[in-house]
């Protein structure tokens, strides 16, 4: 059982597996409410906008609305995306999109955004963002296939197609970054806001 280092509980508006892992490791005492948005609507409306702006949009639209049904407590909404080639890519929708992604990052750089919000009674009252870069190396179609034998469907949530905690990682030849960021969120800086208000032992 972790440690609870915390004064209250918050809300995280996800179901993401590696999230809720890096709360719990950290000591964070939290409950999951996913947000009930269409994401890739959102996107849509953003267009070209820049993708570190793109992530910061989704996790302020993911926190808001769970806050305003709960607004007693601190919500949190977390997002990342992959960009590479300055082509944005989200969640694979089937194996075969996995493979064609795969496919598209072999020998190219990834860089990983990803963002956090804090919200409280529907008002988003802070975000933080961070990136990494991943530079993927060639990726043959014996080892695509592979892979995705032995990780699909577990990585269908994932961008990027991987799991750095598992296989994903021999997607890789280096890796620029913040552990934490790659696995799906800037928790140092979650953290350190947390504490600002009071949410945190100190």
């Not at 179901?15 to 719990?24: F, G, I, P």
């Not at 030849?173 to 696995?183: A, K």
Request: hydrophobic share 45%; charged share 25%; glycine share 6%.
């Amino acid at each position: 059982m972790s440690v609870s280092l915390s004064r209250e509980e918050v809300i995280l508006a996800s179901n993401s597996a590696s999230r809720r892992a890096m709360l719990e490791q950290a000591g964070v005492a939290f409950r999951s409410i996913p947000a009930d948005i269409d994401e890739r609507a959102i996107e849509e409306e953003l267009g070209a906008s820049d993708p570190a702006e793109v992530a910061q949009v989704l996790a302020a639209a993911k926190a808001a609305p769970v806050s305003i049904d709960h607004p007693e407590q601190w919500v949190l909404g977390s997002d990342s995306l992959v960009e590479v080639d300055g082509q944005r890519f989200d969640k694979p929708q089937s194996r075969e999109q996995a493979a064609e992604h795969l496919r598209f990052f072999s020998g190219k750089v990834m860089t990983l955004h990803s963002a956090a919000s804090l919200a409280r009674g529907g008002k988003i009252d802070r975000m933080t963002s961070d990136f990494a870069r991943l530079a993927v190396r060639e990726l043959s179609e014996d080892f695509i296939s592979s892979y995705l034998d032995a990780e699909w469907p577990a990585v269908a949530g994932c961008v990027g197609v991987f799991r750095i905690e598992a296989a994903g990682v021999q997607l890789f030849e280096s890796i620029r970054g913040d552990q934490f960021t790659v696995l799906g969120m800037p928790l140092l800086g979650v953290l350190d806001a947390l504490r600002e208000r009071g949410v945190l032992l100190a």
